[in-house]
């Protein structure tokens, strides 16, 4: 049996406090700060949840979607959240499109933290703009990641984007 190893991924598990439970949930430490938005990431808030961009992207563009509800699993959450959560990844896709133009995409839970759920207290959905050949084994053996715009720059491109403007003016479709 081989071993890939990710030695980066333990800056990450080790310098966080428990990210899952009732003393620390960053999803519900963002929710209640609108007023952090752009320090939280945060690029779009709905009625029933909101989007923000990864601190520890695997991609450029990686965001994820979270309920303003501490719930850990879609059975436990409402069904209008969910729809809306669906309908944010419907949007995201289009805003992740129209700015990075990747070859595919990646949209999907981890919930519990036997699945990769690194909050697993709180359901959330990630999305990842995909490219062909970003497939690269940097991360795992040089232990970087390569990422060709900081998060500051893609927190204002996806937020124009959702927001129904890109950066130089109004979205291809009026929005």
Same mark, same amino acid.
């Given at each position: *049996?081989?071993?890939?190893?990710?030695?980066?991924? =333990?800056?990450?598990?080790?310098?966080?406090?428990?990210?899952?439970?009732?003393?620390?949930?960053?999803?519900?430490?963002?929710?209640?700060?609108?007023?952090?938005?752009?320090?939280?990431?945060?690029?779009?808030?709905?009625?029933?949840?909101?989007?923000? &961009?990864?601190?520890?992207? =695997?991609?450029?563009?990686?965001? *994820?979607?979270?309920? =303003?509800?501490?719930?850990?699993?879609?059975?436990?959450?409402?069904?209008?959240? &969910?729809?809306?959560? *669906?309908?944010?990844?419907?949007?995201?896709?289009?805003?992740?499109?129209?700015?990075?133009?990747?070859?595919?995409?990646?949209?999907?839970?981890?919930?519990?933290?036997?699945?990769?759920?690194?909050?697993?207290?709180?359901?959330? *959905?990630?999305?990842?703009?995909?490219?062909?050949?970003?497939?690269?084994?940097?991360?795992?053996?040089?232990?970087?990641?390569?990422?060709?715009?900081?998060?500051?720059?893609?927190?204002?491109?996806?937020?124009?984007?959702?927001?129904?403007?890109?950066?130089?003016?109004?979205?291809?479709?009026?929005?």
């Amino acid at each position: *049996m081989d071993h890939l190893w990710s030695p980066w991924r =333990y800056q990450y598990v080790s310098s966080a406090p428990v990210a899952s439970g009732k003393d620390f949930c960053l999803f519900c430490l963002v929710a209640a700060g609108a007023h952090e938005d752009a320090a939280n990431l945060v690029v779009l808030r709905a009625e029933r949840s909101f989007v923000l &961009l990864n601190r520890y992207p =695997y991609s450029t563009g990686h965001l *994820m979607i979270a309920p =303003y509800s501490h719930v850990p699993t879609m059975q436990e959450t409402e069904v209008a959240t &969910l729809e809306e959560m *669906m309908r944010l990844a419907q949007r995201c896709e289009t805003a992740l499109r129209q700015v990075y133009r990747p070859d595919g995409m990646n949209f999907g839970f981890n919930i519990g933290q036997a699945a990769g759920a690194g909050i697993a207290g709180h359901i959330h *959905m990630h999305g990842l703009p995909r490219w062909a050949g970003d497939t690269s084994f940097i991360t795992t053996v040089g232990e970087t990641r390569v990422l060709p715009e900081d998060l500051e720059t893609t927190h204002r491109k996806l937020r124009a984007a959702l927001q129904g403007h890109t950066p130089e003016g109004p979205a291809p479709d009026g929005r």
